[in-house]
Structure formats: C-alpha cells, structure tokens
C-alpha cells in the first residue's frame, strides 16, 4: 500500500489491465476528508474494483498512481450537506447563488454548482470548496461532476419507481451524517441532510421528519443503504422504534464481480450507481 494512504477496503479484481485502462469507466465519491472509487469494465459491463480510504482528495492523486491511469470516463460526486432543491420552473442560471443562499450561508472558497433533475422536474443547488475543486479540475480535466444527493434522488427514483406504493422512506447512512428522503409512489416529497454524533441524534432526527411529514413508525416502510450494518447498534436502536425496515440491494443494470461479494448490496450505493442513473 501506498504511503500516507489509509485505506478502509481496498479490492481489485485479477482482469484489471493496468496497460489498458481506457476500457475503464471510473466512479470516484469525493467527500472532505474520504475518497471513494469504483471501476466498471465498460466491455463487460461489470464492476471489478473498488478503493475506499479516509484521506483528502489532494492525498490520494498525490500518493495513488493508479487513479491517474487514462481511463475511458471519470465520474465524480461531490459528497456535503450543502445542497437545496429548487423546482425546475423557478430556476435561472444566473440566480444560483441567491438560491444556496436561501438554505446555507456561502463560505470563503467555495463555487456554485447544480445539477438539473429532469425526471423529477427539480435543480439540486450545491457548493465545491475550491481547493478541491483546483485539484479536480487538475487531475480529471473533462470529468462529470454531480453532488452525491442528486444521485441518490435518481437512482432510487430509478430503481425503486415502480415498486413504490404509497409513501416510502429511505435514510442513507455515510460517516457522521445522514441523508433522509421520502418518496410518494415515483414523486419526491423530501429530501435533506442531518449530522449526527451519536446513534439518538440519528432517531431524534428520523423521528421527526416522519412526524413533520405525517408518518407513522410503527407502519411506514423505511429502506436503509450506505454506511450501515444489520449488527450494528444503530439498526437496534432503529428497529426499537421502527419495525417495518428493509435494506437497498445492488443494481442490476450491471454484473459485480466476486470481490462484491463480502460487501453488502446496500453498501457504497450512490458511488456504484453513479455510472448507471445518467
């Protein structure tokens, strides 16, 4: 392993070619202090490797040669809370920052972005501190950019738009934070972001959005992905106040590789459909 990296799961399958990554199609999720990517055989149509580690964007193209191979694609999403949702008919180009000034006050440093949700007739508003955007725009010159909440919005509308009945909540699990989002049959009614330090924020925080929304805990489906685990606290604490919780399964838009296997289907979900919900 490289030095100065601090891997968290770091696996590649025998077939990759590292003489021949043009064939690649590469996912990588960029959050402040974490990096993630996985590597999709564009041919095959099948994902055959996938790094996470707890570094810097800046640490892992300064340490890692292989995410500087010419791949065939880079896809990059952006993962914050700072993000709002604007309804398609009332955007303009050239309001972006009174937007995200609605919902966040704006740092030093950072630039503007969105993202147009045609499907669900929406524009995701977000910020990209600027140092990390340099270091972006140096490494992957011509990847597309997206924020991780506009994936998550697609591919589950994706995935799940004809198996919604009714309202149906879905919490994506990632370090600290939690992302919440409510879907009534294939429409989005909510959507935000929630730092947490100990698993009762995470119930405080579900709780009452499900109340704010008219909710009941004892009968609304909620479905879990990310960064959580059957066995772990957190489910417990969950399933103490929620009985009717089910976990997101991968994308079968796409083959997996047997170095999937021992990760669970709900897992690294955004960053595995970021390829496959454009």
């Known amino acids: 392993m490289t030095a100065g990296l601090k891997p968290i799961l770091t696996r590649t399958d025998e077939s990759f070619d590292q ?5 690649y199609d590469v996912a990588i999720r960029v959050a402040e ?28 193209t300064n340490n890692n040669p292989m995410i500087h191979q010419p791949y065939r694609s880079v896809s990059l999403m952006i993962e914050n809370n700072r993000s709002t949702l604007i309804p398609v008919m009332l955007f303009e180009q050239e309001g972006k920052e009174n937007y995200f000034d609605f919902s966040h ?3 030093f440093g950072e630039e503007i972005w969105y993202d147009i ?15 990390m955007l340099k270091v972006i725009s140096q490494v992957f010159p011509g990847a597309s950019i997206v924020h991780h909440t506009s994936v998550l919005i697609r591919t589950l509308w994706m995935n799940f738009k004809n198996r919604i009945t009714g309202r149906k909540i879905f ?3 990632r370090d600290q934070d939690i992302d919440i989002l409510i879907f009534n049959g294939n429409q989005l009614e909510y959507c935000n972001a929630f730092h947490f330090k100990a698993p009762s924020d995470i119930i405080y925080y579900v709780i009452f959005v499900m109340e704010q929304m008219d909710l009941n805990p004892e009968e609304s489906g909620v479905i879990l992905l990310g960064n959580i685990e059957r066995d772990s606290p957190v489910f417990d604490l969950l399933y103490k106040y929620i009985r009717n919780i089910d976990f997101a399964g991968r994308n079968d838009r796409a083959d997996y590789s047997y170095i999937f296997n021992e990760i669970t289907g709900h897992q690294h979900y955004p960053l595995l459909n970021l390829l496959l919900c454009v």
């Open 117 to 131: 949700l045609d499907q669900l007739e929406i524009v995701n508003v977000y910020s990209i501190p600027a140092e």
């Open 105 to 107: 006050e704006k740092q």
């Open 33 to 60: 202090n974490s990096v993630s990517w996985c590597i999709l055989d564009h041919d095959k149509n099948r994902y055959i490797g996938i790094e996470s580690f707890t570094n810097t964007i800046e640490e892992i």
């Open 171 to 173: 919490i994506h699990f």
């Open 19 to 23: 003489y021949n990554t043009d064939k």
